[in-house]
């Protein structure tokens, strides 16, 4: 069964949520045991684990606050490339040690299409860790993460304790801030089904409970103003005065008429219309998963672009299109395109998310001339590895 964002927070409501906690407070939220089960059993965990030469910091162990060395787990070296060693691994485990898999989506399928959901719902990019563990020592000390989280108990329990934040908004790369010192927000057991949610900068520990125990943390990464500032800062490469030296050598009325331009060059980027331009080319450039369709693939993206043909885009959520004179230009596949302004409605609507049909996108264009311009588009964005031709089944 296919989990989406609206079941990780049921039943409690989507608008209830994001009016009442999101980026405000922590929430528990109660859910039938065994709800989550199906993302990832410890079968398929098993399966991961086996078969992919995982290495830290992609895999690692935590006991106590302090990161497991990896050669009491791996191979040596010294015998080719390192594999995980089942029996040092089994022993760190037996005595105590938490295992942490990140970014478990791209090699875990149902938790993959939860992601696509949350970022559909955030409308940023979003990954998941997983955290499994059977003794009762701590994997992380007490700590805040530096973006939301959303804890989903697959299986088992865990005890949780939450703290409020002691900087708001910090970022990644923030120094730990003062520890809190008074008594714990919420210090209860997170049961099989339920969620936790936990705002960024909030102070969380969890512990297990001496059962297994396997849980998912999901994390969108959401922009946040150094992000909007940076991608200013960027576009005013393209300004004389910001790329000026600063007159360092000529006295302070100077320095002080150069700051005066640069904070006018500011005011000009930083509007409300630049925010919904730094936003779409931010959505657009939501981390897809990659689509693999081997073995008519090859043939596929060089044949010609029939109306039946279906496309979707290949490493962009969305094509972030601009107009640049009688045409919209975007970037992708690393290089710069321009195309006719008549087919940017019919690109626009292209996602990673899901295929259209060219007679889907014709429905965008008008004539038999924007028609076939459309599809010779299509063909060249093909070749260049923008989109992914999946032919009509």
């Known amino acids: 069964m296919t989990i989406d964002f609206d079941q990780v927070i049921a039943p409690m409501a989507r608008a209830e949520f994001l009016r ?20 990832l059993r410890w079968d398929e965990l098993n399966a991961i684990l086996e078969q992919h030469r995982l290495m830290p910091p ?16 791996l191979t040596p070296a010294m015998f080719g490339v390192p594999r995980l060693d089942a029996g040092g691994l089994a022993a760190c485990l037996a005595q105590g040690a938490t295992l942490i898999l990140d970014d478990v989506q791209e090699i ?8 696509h959901t949350f970022q559909d719902v955030m409308h940023t990019d979003t990954y998941a860790n997983l955290y499994a563990s059977w003794h009762g020592q701590n994997g992380f000390d007490l700590h805040w993460d530096p973006v939301p989280a959303f804890i989903l108990q697959l299986v088992g329990r865990k005890r949780w304790q939450v703290f409020g934040p002691t900087r708001k908004h910090p970022l990644e790369g923030d120094e730990q801030s003062s520890r809190p010192t008074g008594a714990p927000l919420w210090d209860g057991i997170l049961e099989d089904g339920d969620t936790l949610y936990i705002p960024r ?4 520990v969890a512990f297990p409970i001496n059962e297994p125990s396997l849980h998912l943390t999901v994390s ?29 050598l000529t006295g302070t009325a100077a ?19 630049s925010a919904t331009e730094f936003l779409r080319e931010w959505q657009a450039n939501i981390r897809p998963t990659p689509r693999i369709r081997l073995q008519d693939m090859p043939y596929r993206q060089g044949a010609a672009v029939e109306p039946e043909s279906r496309v979707r885009l290949a490493a962009l959520n969305r094509l972030f299109l601009t107009p640049d004179g009688a045409n919209f230009a975007f970037k992708a596949a690393g290089r710069s395109w321009s195309v006719p302004a008549e087919l940017a409605e019919a690109l626009g609507m292209l996602t990673n998310t899901r295929a259209f049909s060219v007679a889907e996108l014709s429905a965008k264009v008008s004539g038999p001339a924007a028609l076939a311009n459309l599809q010779q588009a299509i063909g060249v964005l093909a070749r260049g590895g923008v989109v992914l031709i999946e032919g009509s089944d």
């Open 58 to 73: 992609r895999l690692k162990l935590f006991q106590n606050g302090q990161a497991v060395d990896p050669q009491r787990f």
């Open 220 to 248: 969108p990464t959401l922009p946040n103003g150094i992000d909007f500032l940076g991608w200013a800062i960027r576009k005013l490469r393209a300004q004389e005065d910001a790329r000026a030296n600063l007159p360092v």
């Open 20 to 39: 009442d906690y999101w980026d405000k407070s922590f929430v528990r939220i109660p859910g039938m045991p065994g709800r989550f089960a199906d993302l």
């Open 108 to 115: 875990a399928p149902r938790v993959q299409a939860l992601m």
């Open 201 to 204: 900068g909030w102070w969380h």
């Open 255 to 273: 320095l002080a008429a150069q700051a005066k331009k640069l904070r006018g060059l500011m005011d000009e980027v930083l509007t409300g219309d």
